[in-house]
């Protein structure tokens, strides 16, 4: 092929993508939308707080798009499974991903995702929840100053559980015995039913859990666990009602870990889309019908926008970075 032939062909082939390209984007704007049902990805196991939250909002978020919304459960690995799964399909809009905070930024800054925090963009978050550090009821430690006590004293004796090493169980039991220094032996689960079961069934000594703050307090009110704290500067929701103590009022020292439940979208959805969907959101999450769900299904609520948790999330994985060596040498990693 001559220079001239291949330079023709080259900028023929070089038009004829862009015009693709540009026929592709014009095409999705066009496009209704939504035209089809809309996904929730909640990477963790059904059960949890962020499953309940995510299907109480189901109905609300469908009335308000006007399609029907599926809630699917892709658990693996502390929420990394499912978050890769989402991140692999279309940024199309029609899927969102619960994501609940420290954890899922966490994961984005971990090797084992091929995304940013910076990749997500927020459409709102309404369920804040408390950490909690529970024992089975025949346990000998009626709080947390007998618990540590124990754990400083007879280190890698006692089981500690929760979902991770990279979920909130995980986050919260490396922050605690880097500041309480404790060693124990952590025993990692893939969903809150799993720790729940493994606690009540005595197979681990202690659960850092949150999400199901109405559950777990029934279950001690049962007799079924000991609620010993809360990692907060102040307990809420049922906890306050419970009158479940602090960890920094029984020890002297700020222990704080809490999370946030909302949903988020591929940060390079079309405009308009998000647009649309974070105004659908709104409205679901602030219906009273739906708040008065939340509160009594999974625990406290408190709106914040879209744009604020954003901004809450792009900037928010400096602490949690100081966490990865102990968090990789827990999940056997360099």
Not at 74 to 90: E, K, T
Not at 200 to 220: F, K, N, P, T, W
Not at 238 to 267: D, K
Request: glycine share 10%; proline share 6%; net charge positive.
């Amino acid at each position: 092929m001559n220079n001239f032939l291949f330079r023709a062909w080259s900028i023929t082939a070089i038009v004829v993508t862009s015009l693709a390209a540009a026929f592709s984007a014009s095409a999705l704007a066009q496009e209704k939308f939504p035209s089809k049902s809309m996904t929730i990805v909640v990477p963790y196991e059904p059960g949890g707080g962020g499953d309940v939250y995510s299907r109480l909002l189901q109905p609300f978020l469908a009335k308000e798009l006007g399609v029907s919304v599926i809630v699917e459960n892709i658990a693996g690995a502390g929420g990394i499974v499912g978050q890769n799964n989402a991140f692999a399909r279309p940024a199309d809009g029609y899927t969102m991903v619960l994501w609940s905070t420290p954890s899922n930024e966490l994961n984005a800054i971990t090797t084992t995702t091929p995304f940013e925090v910076e990749d997500w963009t927020a459409l709102g978050f309404a369920a804040p929840g408390q950490t909690i550090v529970a024992v089975p009821s025949d346990r000998p430690w009626n709080n947390l100053k007998q618990l540590v006590d124990d754990l400083r004293a007879t280190p890698r004796k006692y089981t500690v559980g929760g979902i991770g090493p990279f979920g909130t169980g995980g986050i919260a039991y490396v922050s605690m015995a880097k500041l309480l220094k404790f060693d124990a032996r952590w025993v990692p689960f893939e969903g809150t039913n799993d720790v729940t079961t493994a606690l009540l069934g005595g197979h681990i000594d202690v659960a850092l859990v949150g999400g199901s703050e109405q559950r777990y307090v029934d279950l001690m009110k049962g007799g079924k666990m000991k609620i010993l704290g809360v990692l907060s500067d102040k307990a809420a929701g049922p906890y306050a009602t419970a009158n479940i103590a602090t960890a920094q009022a029984q020890l002297g020292v700020r222990i704080f870990h809490e999370v946030n439940r909302g949903h988020v979208v591929r940060s390079n959805t079309p405009a308009d889309r998000m647009r649309l969907l974070r105004d659908a959101y709104q409205k679901a999450a602030t219906n009273p019908e739906f708040v008065a769900q939340v509160q009594k299904r999974v625990g406290p609520y408190a709106w914040s926008d879209g744009p604020s948790m954003t901004t809450i999330l792009h900037n928010g994985t400096k602490d949690l970075r100081s966490l990865l060596p102990a968090l990789n040498a827990m999940a056997g990693k360099k």
